[in-house]
């Protein structure tokens, strides 16, 4: 493909976003050709926009690690991938010289096509469309911090608290799991998804004391708490609203606050605590999970934009009263 050109978002700098024509990259013997389909919008792409990312980055940068790709083209040393296959990739990636994070230290997906090593890649199975793919990298971290809670079952209770993407996926894989699954998240819009998505039921924190009524909605407390809001008045909650003997998965980000909480509760109740970040070794077993359990991800992905409209998808992106996951179609 070579001299041909293509669009790709671009943040030139902190704060300032653009949609740029850039060549086609060329692949080399051990790489393969991606297009892109459908790329969602992350929290953490904002922070990378304004120049806050949790390690150092250069600029310009192309962001987008939440997509689904089809492959176009492959090097010849490349065995196990073929032209048609849609894939889906992962975002810490081991390379000779560092340790990069896709779409943040290297440049991501918000282009039409980019290039690829086989091994940060994994193929889709039929039944997980392009739509739910571009969900995957999301929900391997919600599907973590469920198993880093040891799983869950139809005899149990879960509890998660923030309804944020991570909040809801990780709800769906709790309730995909079988779980009688509650979300805790003071903005309607997301309670209202947590219900699309098949939670039992939801808390609003501003209108209920949220303690009382995870207590009366569990008889007592839950089997398991997710932490996915990263939130002071959550985190001053979590291991109330767990049951003696139960178990908190801490996925939710505070980095530099300090607050008082109750640690006191983890001996009293003798709860088990887990933290986690990203989704190590998860991915096979949560594509195939998606696959079998058909679990219907579609009402987390509330709004989509052409790459030409990125700049309106992020301020759409950042009110969160109007939009849970914003994703951008660079199928066309």
């Known amino acids: 493909m070579t001299n041909l050109m293509m669009k790709a978002l671009v ?34 792409d904002y922070e990378l926009l304004a120049g806050q990312y949790i390690i150092p980055i250069s600029y310009p940068v192309v962001p987008g690690h939440e997509w689904v790709g089809e492959i176009v083209e492959v090097g010849r040393n490349v065995t196990g991938l073929a032209p048609g296959d849609r894939v889906v990739g992962e975002c810490v990636i081991n390379t000779p010289e560092r340790i990069h994070h896709f ?34 990298e999301p929900f391997t971290c919600g599907y973590y911090a469920v198993m880093r809670g040891g799983g869950t079952n139809a005899s149990e209770t879960a509890v998660v608290s923030g309804g944020g993407t991570i909040g809801l996926v ?44 995870v207590q009366e909605l569990t008889d007592g407390g839950a089997d398991l708490v997710i ?8 985190l001053a909650n979590v291991f109330d609203y767990a049951r003696p003997e139960g178990r908190v998965s801490m996925v939710g980000i505070n980095i530099g606050q300090k607050f008082p909480v109750e640690l006191g509760l983890i001996q009293i109740k003798d709860l088990q605590v887990n933290g986690c970040i990203g989704s190590p070794g998860v991915w096979p077993g949560a594509i195939r999970f998606l696959g079998r ?31 849970v996951k914003v ?6």
Not at 15 to 27: D, N
């Open 170 to 213: 990780s709800a769906a894989a709790a309730i995909g799991m079988g779980a009688r699954v509650i979300v805790v998240d003071p903005i309607p819009l997301r309670r209202e998804t947590a219900l699309k998505l098949g939670a039992d039921a939801v808390v609003d924190p501003t209108d209920d004391d949220p303690v009382e009524a």
């Open 227 to 234: 932490e996915a809001a990263g939130h002071a008045s959550s």
């Open 11 to 44: 943040f030139e700098e902190p704060r300032k976003l653009v949609v740029a024509a850039q060549p086609v990259p060329e692949i080399d013997a051990n790489s393969v050709l991606v297009k892109t389909r459908k790329v969602g919008i992350c929290h953490s």
């Open 327 to 332: 994703t951008l179609d660079i199928s066309n």
């Open 103 to 136: 779409g943040f230290s290297m440049n991501g997906a918000d282009r039409e096509y980019f290039t690829a090593r086989p091994e940060w890649l994994h193929k889709l199975p039929d039944e997980v469309d392009d739509a739910k793919g571009a969900l995957i």
């Open 293 to 323: 359990t058909g679990l219907d991800l579609s009402p987390i992905q509330t709004h989509t934009f052409d790459l030409d409209q990125a700049a309106e998808a992020y301020d759409l992106g950042k009110e969160p009263t109007e939009a």
